[in-house]
């Protein structure tokens, strides 16, 4: 097993944090809730009952695991699985095992922005399946997406779990479909999960429970802030706000100042004003429907081949070659 970790891209992390807080709304990126104490209440959220996502992705992935498993094997060369924004891997590990006792010949490579998420993911495969052959790495999706380029020895199977994918508004999306679609030979495979449109309440209260463990991973990004570039946020005086629009299908994040307040971001060089009520807007959770994927697929230059749905029909896998 090797693993290779990358230092954190910290210098994106710096100019990220600027252009957003000094914007106007001003914004923040998700893919920063994640580091040691993010990664943590995340698996939380996981584990939360209104977080449906995992329960209904892994009950795809536990009922089709076979069929899943020999649509992407290559008996002639084995394959590559390269997994964006891999996490925890629970619900991977299902059918890693699967091709780990069924003679798949394959390397899997989970790339994630979280430095601690892929170290425990290394360690925890090493534990649990030694003969896997792992090679992790640290690395934000538009960064490596070049370098998978090179994976074009044998086939590839890339796949972005979680729905991971609603975090990019549908332009960013296309962009990063199109690609990851120019990485891909006509064998190579997409696999995506994507959570679906459904009663707005469910959609709703998946990221707005009552224990405040989705408010504690939404104001994690400013503990970051405070704690990687001494920044001085009064965390308690925000407030986490979650709405919902189920005409766009989009669930949006917020950071609500309950009170007017001057923050002092030493290491940035940055000194904000907030305004009571002023916000930050954290994450988009996008939804979607069998229409809105086939028309990302088409802008993007992809076709679906099949797809998996849970029982309820809140949440899809969709396996995407290039058209
Ligand atoms: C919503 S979690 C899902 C994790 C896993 N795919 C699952 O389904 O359980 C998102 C994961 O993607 C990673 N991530 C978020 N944005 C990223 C980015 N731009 N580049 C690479 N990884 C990213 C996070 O660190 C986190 O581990």
């Not at 795809?60 to 695991?65: F, K």
């Not at 991977?92 to 798949?104: G, I, S």
């Not at 990485?183 to 495979?189: A, G, V």
């Not at 504690?216 to 005086?237: Q, V």
């Amino acid at each position: 097993m090797t693993t290779k970790i990358k230092p954190q891209q910290n210098t994106m992390f710096k100019k990220e944090v600027t252009e957003g807080l000094t914007s106007f709304p001003k914004y923040l990126s998700s893919k920063y809730f994640y580091d040691k104490k993010g990664d943590k209440l995340f698996q939380d959220i996981m584990d939360m009952p209104s977080y449906y996502l995992t329960g209904c992705e892994f009950e795809i992935i536990l009922n089709n695991t076979s069929v899943i498993g020999e649509l992407i094997r290559d008996r002639k060369n084995g394959l590559d699985l390269i997994e964006l924004g891999a996490g925890d891997g629970k619900k991977t590990k299902v059918l890693l095992k699967y091709m780990d006792e069924n003679d798949f010949n394959f390397v899997y490579k989970p790339i994630d922005i979280s430095e601690n998420a892929v170290e425990l993911l290394s360690n925890n495969l090493a534990q649990e399946m030694p003969t896997l052959n792992v090679d992790a790495e640290v690395g934000e999706y538009f960064e490596v997406l070049e370098r998978l380029k090179g994976f074009n020895k044998r086939k590839k199977v890339i796949m972005v779990l979680g729905s991971n994918i609603g975090n990019l508004p549908h332009p960013k999306a296309i962009d990063f479909l199109t690609k990851l679609k120019d990485t891909m030979l006509p064998d190579d495979l997409l696999f995506m999960g994507f959570d679906q449109k459904k009663n707005p309440q469910t959609i709703l209260e998946a990221y707005n429970d009552e224990s405040g463990i989705t408010e504690a991973f939404n104001k994690n990004i400013l503990t970051r802030i405070n704690r990687e570039f001494d920044g001085n946020f009064e965390i308690e005086n925000f407030k986490h706000w979650e709405v919902y629009d189920p005409e766009t299908g989009t669930a949006k994040s917020f950071l609500v100042a309950t009170k007017e307040m001057k923050v002092t971001i030493e290491k940035l060089q940055l000194k904000l004003n907030f305004d009571q009520w002023e916000t930050i807007h954290t994450e988009i959770s996008q939804k979607y429907d069998d229409k809105i994927v086939s028309w990302l697929a088409e802008e993007a230059g992809l076709e679906i081949e099949t797809f998996f749905a849970d029982d309820k029909g809140y949440y899809k896998n969709y396996v995407f070659r290039k058209a």
